[in-house]
């Protein structure tokens, strides 16, 4: 006996209905960074493995633990995609989009993998909208993308999403608060590699989820009080920015997120109904990460949301998520000529807007009209050898059982008129 296959550990199917949900959040992520000028940008799956040891940093658990990497036949080395910024600017670079207007404002959405220990809300492979603007250092821009960010959770109807807020400086600033962070990590009690991390960033032990290192971190330095005078004005005008949009935060000293190429503007949206797992979302202003993978001067900022979490967050808040229409109208032939019939009344129908399905199998009344009602339709189309004689349908009204026959020359628009 052939064996069965399952997905592999730590990654899921997504299936209907619960896929509606996942589509709806998409698209309600997507829709106001739209209306704010942001144009889709789809980047391949896999990258060059160095585009995320240069950009996102080798120090980071997503680079140095978590990559799903190989080499080709060909012998290139090559990573599947464990974020989105990255590939993006890539491409902005590549294709050389800060030739034209300014900022360049783009938004994707797609799947990344990291090799982690999988649990409630955290995958291998999981599901992220995102969005970046590049080519502007505007507090202002910064404001928007984290508005934004804020708009699609209320837009979404969350209540309990909270928005965490922090400078990482620039590299004026940033050598300085890495001095002070280095002499205080120096006298703690940490392992051999946590002490090498030491050496490569130290702000990724501030990132550090394990206890015992969260036990000793509580008196590290906080950024804010070595932020430069740039800085400072920057970080004020943002929040002064946020303020005038009507976006709350709180001010998060220790806020580092876990990529390296963050500076200035650091922020996360959690959830506190989802125990460990809380990230929903968050990002960044990263001012040097187009140079550290080849192209010029280009600074941005831009942030991923979590689909994954955001539906468990909907369903920790109990929040019933409007999912797009789905099946309206159903159609039940009874007989080979009813379904000649049928087919193309439902083809017409779909042309029309209207979400619409047929019993196909040559099922009996019984069998089709139960599938019917699992369509979720509210209107069931029924048509026998009589109705065609007779050159009508029994349209039924599949929540009152009401039934009445149309004749077919009127049933496209008697059909359109009942689901107004």
């Not at 000793?216 to 400072?232: E, T, Y």
């Not at 009209?369 to 209107?379: F, L, N, Q, V, Y």
Request: proline residues 5%; negative net charge.
């Amino acid at each position: 006996m052939t064996a069965t296959f399952s997905a592999p550990k730590g990654t899921y199917d997504l299936l209907p209905p619960e896929s509606e949900a996942f589509l709806a959040v998409r698209e309600a992520m997507a829709a106001p960074l739209r209306r704010a000028g942001y144009g889709y940008i789809e980047t391949p799956t896999f990258e060059h493995t160095a585009l995320f040891e240069r950009g996102v940093g080798e120090s980071t658990d997503v680079v140095s633990k978590e990559m799903y990497s190989f080499t080709t036949r060909g012998g290139d080395n090559l990573s599947l995609k464990p974020e989105g910024t990255a590939g993006v600017v890539r491409a902005v670079v590549q294709h050389r989009l800060y030739a034209g207007q300014l900022p360049v404002k783009l938004w994707y959405s797609g799947s990344y993998y990291r090799y982690e220990r999988p649990q409630a809300g955290r995958y291998r492979h999981f599901s992220q909208v995102g969005a970046e603007a590049l080519g502007v250092d505007d507090p202002a821009l910064d404001a928007e993308i984290v508005s934004l960010g804020a708009q699609i959770y209320r837009d979404l109807g969350l209540t309990q999403v909270r928005l965490l807020l922090n400078s990482l400086g620039d590299a004026e600033c940033r050598p300085v608060y890495r001095a002070r962070l280095v002499e205080f990590l120096s006298g703690l009690d940490l392992d051999a590699e946590t002490r090498k991390r030491i050496e490569i960033n130290p702000l990724r032990v501030l990132d550090d989820k394990r206890p015992e290192v969260v036990a000793q971190v509580g008196d590290a330095p906080v950024m804010a009080d070595s932020l430069c005078d740039d800085c400072k004005a920057h970080y004020d005008l943002v929040r002064g920015y946020l303020a005038d949009l009507g976006v709350t935060w709180e001010e998060t000293p220790r806020l580092v997120r876990g990529l390296d190429y963050y500076t200035r503007t650091t922020f996360e949206f959690v959830h506190d109904g989802l125990g460990s797992q809380s990230a929903v979302g968050g990002g960044g202003r990263y001012d040097g990460l187009s140079e550290q993978v080849g192209g010029p001067q280009l600074p941005g900022v831009g942030w991923a949301l979590g689909v994954d979490r955001t539906v468990l967050a909907l369903k920790a808040e109990s929040v019933e998520i409007t999912a797009g229409a789905g099946c309206e109208v159903f159609a039940v032939p009874l007989g080979a000529a009813a379904k000649q019939c049928l087919v193309p009344v439902v083809a017409d129908l779909r042309r029309r807007g209207v979400a619409a399905d047929l019993a196909y199998g040559d099922r009996g009344l019984k069998g089709a009209m139960k599938a019917a009602d699992r369509s979720g339709a509210s209107i069931a189309i029924v048509v026998g050898e009589r109705d065609l004689e007779a050159g009508v349908a029994q349209v039924k009204d599949l929540g009152t059982g009401g039934q009445e026959p149309v004749a077919l020359d009127e049933l496209l628009e008697t059909i359109e008129k009942r689901l107004r």
